[in-house]
């Protein structure tokens, strides 16, 4: 027995995305006239069709959203209820073995959305706790079974919901945030990364605590010989994990700049939690005027690090978010002592990575410097990006290091 209650049609010519397995239905490309969409309820399921009536896709519908249609399932025999959600959410799961059978590391994203084939559905695990995003309609009226199901799968000892992000309203959803089972977190929870502590807020912290996206720099960071002996800029540091890795490596110091004076005290409890003496410094400031702050007086450092928040939310915001890439980066390779390195990212999606190494490249020039790429940063495993869905790919970095010559 189906469950679908409605079929949008694509106008001619416009299935190819779809048939390349490309997720969303944009509104622009439906024949409304031959659509049949009286009877689906908000966030209800719809099969996809191309103009001849063939099947695409199955998914779910919103007609308050841009994106229309997000598809869920390519096969027409796919009964989308609670044991389908249960089996997507255990091969999401599956699929990160590497990483949740270790016993040093407990934090990971377990379902990075349409990347997973769960579109809008975000679940990140910190310790025995879940943190879960609804981002879109349809995902949120399956909350109660994706709920039951990661209980059934995981047996965590909470679940808490932090969708309070911009993007529901694109959906015509309000914000919601708070235990949605069992208990809710402890504030801090502690983590453990590769054997690092780390203290985190799952409950106001930024995303859904941590940048969890960044563990693969962060283990760069503890390595990489160049933070040894090194005074090192945290540039947007937020709690300070590229600090201590730096530490743990053996900087000689470590100053941490954000505008958020939580995020520096927690910064300050995650040295202290690691045993680390290092000499450090938390400046509550503006990054760019305390670069400028800096550029005006004596300090230089070794190692600077920019960590940015998305400058660009879309792409009519990609000009300016350059002029704001191209500041910070200019700034910090006028910092930058001789032979040191700059390791600097961008998590605008819309700013794609050859664009942002041209930006990086233009204030290398207007700063005097040169310098060599030496490594090509991106987000890790457990964040991947689904081939058919390039819009998945959103964090990169560079590591420079400013040549002698
Ligand atoms: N590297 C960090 C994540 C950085 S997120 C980590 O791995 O944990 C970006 C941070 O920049 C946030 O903590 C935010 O508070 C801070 N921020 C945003 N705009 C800023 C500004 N203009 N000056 C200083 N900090 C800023």
Same mark, same amino acid.
């Given at each position: 027995m189906s469950n679908v209650s409605g079929n949008v049609v694509l106008k001619q010519g416009r299935e190819k995305p779809l048939r390349q397995r490309h997720p969303w239905v944009f509104s622009g490309a439906i024949d409304a006239n031959r659509s049949k969409l009286g009877d689906v309820p908000p966030g209800g399921l719809v099969d996809v069709r191309d103009a001849g009536g063939g099947f695409l896709g199955r998914g779910y519908y919103n007609g308050d959203s841009q994106i229309r249609v997000r598809v869920l399932s390519w096969d027409q025999n796919d009964l989308i209820g609670p044991a389908w959600w249960r089996l997507r959410l255990a091969q999401s799961i599956r699929a990160r073995q590497a990483l949740t059978d270790r016993d040093d590391l407990n934090a990971y994203r377990l379902v990075n959305a349409e990347n997973d084939g769960l579109p809008g559905l975000v679940v990140d695990q910190y310790d025995d706790h879940l943190v879960v995003q609804f981002l879109t309609l349809g995902i949120n009226v399956a909350k109660e079974t994706l709920v039951e199901a990661l209980v059934g799968l995981l047996k965590p000892r909470g679940i808490y919901e932090r969708s309070d992000v911009d993007v529901r309203g694109k959906e015509g959803l309000a914000e919601s945030v708070g235990v949605l089972y069992g208990e809710p977190p402890p504030?801090?929870?502690?983590?453990?990364? &590769?054997?690092?502590? &780390?203290?985190?807020?799952?409950?106001?912290?930024?995303?859904?605590?941590?940048?969890?996206?960044?563990?693969?720099?962060?283990?760069?960071?503890?390595?990489?010989?160049?933070? /040894?002996? /090194?005074?090192?800029?945290n540039a947007f540091s937020y709690t300070?994990? *590229?600090?201590?890795?730096?530490?743990?490596? =053996? +900087? /000689?110091?470590?100053?941490?700049?954000?505008?958020?004076?939580?995020?520096?005290?927690i910064a300050r409890t995650a040295m202290e939690m690691n045993g680390l003496k290092v000499p450090a410094e938390y400046v509550n400031a503006d990054v760019f005027q305390q670069l400028r702050a800096y550029r005006d007086g004596d300090p230089s450092f070794d190692v600077i690090i920019l960590d940015p928040p998305k400058f660009a939310h879309s792409q009519s915001q990609v000009e300016a978010a350059c002029r704001g890439y191209k500041d910070i980066n200019l700034l910090a390779f006028e910092l930058l002592r001789p032979g040191g390195t700059l390791i600097t990212f961008s998590c605008s999606g819309a700013v794609d990575a050859d664009l942002f190494q041209k930006v990086v490249f =233009? +204030?290398?020039?207007? +700063?005097?410097?040169?310098?060599?790429?030496?490594?090509?940063?991106?987000?890790?495993?457990?964040?991947?990006?689904?081939?058919? *869905?390039?819009? =998945?790919? &959103?964090?990169? =970095?560079?590591?420079?290091?400013?040549?002698? *010559?």
């Open positions: 504030n801090p929870l502690t983590i453990t990364e &590769y054997g690092v502590q &780390y203290p985190v807020d799952l409950i106001t912290g930024h995303k859904t605590g941590f940048y969890l996206d960044q563990r693969d720099s962060r283990t760069l960071i503890r390595t990489m010989p160049a933070l /040894a002996g /090194a005074d090192v800029l300070g994990s *590229f600090g201590v890795c730096a530490a743990l490596n =053996g +900087a /000689a110091s470590v100053t941490s700049i954000d505008s958020s004076e939580p995020a520096l005290e =233009g +204030a290398s020039v207007d +700063a005097g410097r040169q310098a060599q790429i030496i490594r090509w940063l991106a987000q890790p495993e457990d964040h991947p990006t689904l081939l058919a *869905f390039p819009e =998945g790919r &959103y964090l990169k =970095g560079l590591v420079c290091r400013a040549t002698s *010559f």
